[in-house]
């Protein structure tokens, strides 16, 4: 504890008397000052006991003792010492209502109490005051790091907590709430989240003081990694502001968890290269060399069902991917592979699990995105394309990483951000026709008819529409027309002659459909 009026009051040696503001003894005191100023607060910072012998004041004038004790608390001043016997025998009636009137306590300092005996007393206190913090942050750093070796994060949030009296919470880079201690915390650091996200735009480290969740505590959040990007955050809440003691062991809890999350980055690099590997080999077609080189590293996620996933983009859009994947993957406690290959990501994650949902959310807030309007901040996620293969095991999975690319080139087209493949399957091809290349075969195998037809000598296009329609039956497609069905034959001939080509093979129409489709799409 610093010093306060109180304990100077008490020190026998001092033998001073309080005469005012006998209720507000237990305020720190930060320095003692002597001046004997008429006006001393442009030289006060506030919290100090101010020793006076009123040299040069009239402390007799109640009106001006008003106006003096009036500026001192206004300054900040916490209390006054007034030496009798030197000026005056005993402190003026004035001083003494002005003083309290305006609650500032008031010590009679005997003559034989230099006030260098009471700058000496303050000056002691404090320093014993920081000793003692200072010991108390030495011995908190050593348990949390004891906590930090012998129990993980976990353990080093639970002796933080009963090191400043609160509560604390450790976040991942996605903002999440990883572990709290005590465990009653967990809600209030969860309502916390859209302040850690916050914090994560500010390049770390960063800090901030935010009041709690109905106001219920003051909570101090601090960022944790070395790069640009923080890879978690730190929440600290307590009834009031931290001593030094508490600061100490913030500071170290901060150190040792940035140490840790990086050591977490290297392994997790290390793991990246790795999984590089067993994913160039489950695509060469070698699953059981895959799980050789994998070892335990993966659990089961290279047999049971997964999907794989390829993502093209930036890096930041890729970035925010793989923290949303690898983060819902902790969380859950599912193992997950993450490639990065320049703007390209490759994961496989387990099917039906947290790490695919939390891809499939992450692309529904990217085409959410997108449907802002530009000069209200949407539009910025437009290169972001992923495609999700079906369900997959590892013999097959380079036909898995086949299925991705399609899909995320059908995304590419459709100006989408995320296709499955199942979609494909289930859905039309048609939609498909849309392409240019696609158009632009229709246009050059129909020219010749839709030519022919502008003149005015007949309806060859819709005669093969509704021919191909009914496929190849004559009188059916001629009632369909109106007319006589060697009117349709005639006309038929007519198509093969112009188009060169025989419509008894099977191919040839099909080109046709497709082509008639293609067009009638604009």
Same mark, same amino acid.
């Given at each position: 504890?610093?010093?306060?009026?109180?304990?100077?009051?008490?020190?026998?040696? #001092?033998?001073?008397?309080?005469?005012?503001?006998?209720?507000?003894?237990?305020?720190?005191?930060?320095?003692?000052?002597? $001046?004997?100023?008429?006006?001393?607060?442009?030289?006060?910072?506030?919290?100090?006991?101010?020793?006076?012998?009123? #040299?040069?004041?009239?402390?007799?004038?109640?009106?001006?003792?008003?106006?003096?004790?009036?500026?001192?608390?206004?300054?900040?001043?916490?209390?006054?010492?007034?030496?009798?016997?030197?000026?005056?025998?005993?402190?003026?009636?004035?001083?003494?209502?002005?003083?309290?009137?305006?609650?500032?306590?008031?010590?009679?300092?005997?003559?034989?109490?230099?006030? #260098?005996?009471?700058?000496?007393?303050?000056?002691?206190?404090?320093?014993?005051?920081?000793?003692?913090?200072?010991?108390?942050?030495?011995?908190?750093?050593?348990?949390?790091?004891?906590?930090?070796?012998?129990?993980?994060?976990?353990?080093?949030?639970?002796?933080?907590?009963?090191?400043?009296?609160?509560?604390?919470?450790?976040?991942?880079?996605?903002?999440?709430?990883?572990?709290?201690?005590?465990?009653?915390?967990?809600?209030?650091?969860?309502?916390?989240?859209?302040?850690?996200?916050?914090?994560?735009?500010?390049?770390?480290?960063?800090?901030?003081?935010?009041?709690?969740?109905?106001?219920?505590?003051?909570?101090?959040?601090?960022?944790?990694?070395?790069?640009?990007?923080?890879?978690?955050?730190?929440?600290?809440?307590?009834?009031?502001?931290?001593?030094?003691?508490?600061?100490?062991?913030?500071?170290?809890?901060?150190?040792?968890?940035?140490?840790?999350?990086?050591?977490?980055?290297?392994?997790?690099?290390?793991?990246?290269?790795?999984?590089?590997?067993?994913?160039?080999?489950?695509?060469?077609?070698?699953?059981?060399?895959?799980?050789?080189?994998?070892?335990?590293?993966?659990?089961?996620?290279?047999?049971?069902?997964?999907?794989?996933?390829?993502?093209?983009?930036? %890096?930041?859009?890729?970035?925010?991917?793989?923290?949303?994947?690898?983060?819902?993957?902790?969380?859950?406690?599912?193992?997950?592979?993450?490639?990065?290959?320049?703007?390209?990501?490759?994961?496989?994650?387990?099917?039906?699990?947290?790490?695919?949902?939390?891809?499939?959310?992450?692309?529904?807030?990217?085409?959410?995105?997108?449907?802002?309007?530009?000069?209200?901040? %949407?539009?910025?996620?437009?290169?972001?394309?992923?495609?999700?293969?079906?369900? $997959?095991?590892?013999?097959?999975?380079?036909?898995?990483?086949?299925?991705?690319?399609?899909?995320?080139?059908?995304?590419?087209?459709?100006?989408?951000?995320?296709?499955?493949?199942?979609?494909?399957?289930?859905?039309?091809?048609?939609?498909?026709?849309?392409?240019?290349?696609?158009?632009?075969?229709?246009? %050059?195998?129909?020219?010749?008819?839709?030519?022919?037809?502008?003149?005015?000598?007949?309806?060859?296009?819709?005669? #093969?529409?509704?021919?191909?329609?009914?496929?190849?039956?004559?009188?059916?497609?001629?009632?369909?027309?109106?007319?006589?069905?060697?009117?349709?034959?005639?006309?038929?001939?007519?198509?093969?002659?112009?188009?060169?080509?025989?419509?008894?093979?099977?191919?040839?129409?099909?080109?046709?459909?497709?082509?008639?489709?293609?067009?009638?799409?604009?």
């Amino acid at each position: 504890m610093p010093p306060t009026l109180a304990s100077l009051v008490h020190h026998s040696a #001092l033998k001073l008397t309080v005469r005012a503001g006998e209720d507000r003894l237990d305020v720190p005191v930060r320095w003692a000052h002597v $001046s004997e100023l008429a006006d001393p607060v442009p030289y006060m910072e506030g919290g100090e006991l101010l020793l006076i012998t009123a #040299l040069k004041l009239d402390a007799e004038d109640p009106e001006a003792m008003r106006k003096y004790v009036k500026r001192l608390v206004g300054a900040g001043v916490v209390g006054l010492g007034f030496a009798v016997g030197v000026n005056y025998d005993e402190i003026p009636k004035a001083l003494v209502d002005a003083a309290e009137h305006e609650g500032l306590p008031l010590l009679e300092v005997p003559r034989r109490t230099p006030f #260098l005996a009471i700058s000496k007393a303050v000056s002691a206190a404090i320093a014993a005051d920081q000793y003692r913090a200072v010991t108390a942050g030495f011995a908190a750093q050593r348990e949390l790091t004891r906590q930090a070796l012998s129990a993980g994060p976990e353990g080093l949030l639970t002796a933080l907590a009963a090191q400043v009296d609160g509560w604390a919470a450790l976040y991942d880079a996605s903002g999440a709430v990883v572990a709290t201690a005590p465990e009653w915390a967990g809600r209030r650091a969860a309502r916390l989240t859209p302040d850690v996200e916050r914090l994560r735009e500010r390049p770390a480290p960063a800090s901030s003081v935010v009041g709690g969740p109905d106001n219920e505590d003051r909570v101090e959040l601090h960022s944790l990694g070395t790069g640009r990007r923080p890879r978690a955050a730190l929440a600290v809440g307590t009834a009031s502001a931290l001593g030094t003691a508490e600061r100490y062991a913030v500071h170290s809890a901060i150190a040792l968890l940035t140490l840790t999350t990086e050591r977490s980055r290297s392994l997790h690099a290390a793991e990246q290269r790795v999984g590089a590997a067993v994913l160039r080999m489950l695509l060469a077609g070698q699953p059981d060399h895959a799980r050789g080189v994998a070892g335990d590293l993966y659990g089961g996620l290279l047999d049971a069902p997964f999907r794989m996933i390829v993502a093209d983009a930036g %890096g930041e859009l890729l970035a925010g991917l793989t923290e949303a994947v690898e983060s819902a993957a902790a969380r859950s406690g599912e193992a997950v592979l993450v490639v990065p290959e320049g703007e390209r990501l490759v994961v496989l994650a387990a099917d039906g699990g947290a790490a695919v949902a939390a891809c499939v959310e992450y692309a529904a807030e990217r085409e959410a995105a997108r449907a802002v309007p530009a000069e209200q901040g %949407g539009g910025e996620d437009d290169e972001l394309v992923i495609g999700l293969s079906a369900p $997959s095991g590892p013999i097959a999975a380079a036909a898995a990483y086949k299925q991705a690319e399609q899909a995320l080139s059908v995304a590419r087209r459709r100006g989408r951000v995320l296709v499955e493949h199942d979609q494909l399957a289930s859905g039309s091809v048609l939609p498909l026709l849309a392409d240019d290349a696609v158009k632009a075969f229709a246009d %050059g195998l129909l020219r010749a008819l839709y030519e022919h037809d502008a003149t005015g000598r007949g309806d060859l296009v819709a005669s #093969l529409r509704a021919w191909l329609s009914r496929h190849g039956q004559w009188d059916a497609a001629a009632a369909d027309l109106g007319v006589h069905r060697h009117t349709l034959r005639y006309r038929m001939r007519r198509v093969e002659e112009i188009l060169g080509r025989s419509l008894d093979d099977p191919d040839v129409r099909m080109e046709l459909w497709l082509a008639l489709k293609a067009t009638s799409a604009d």
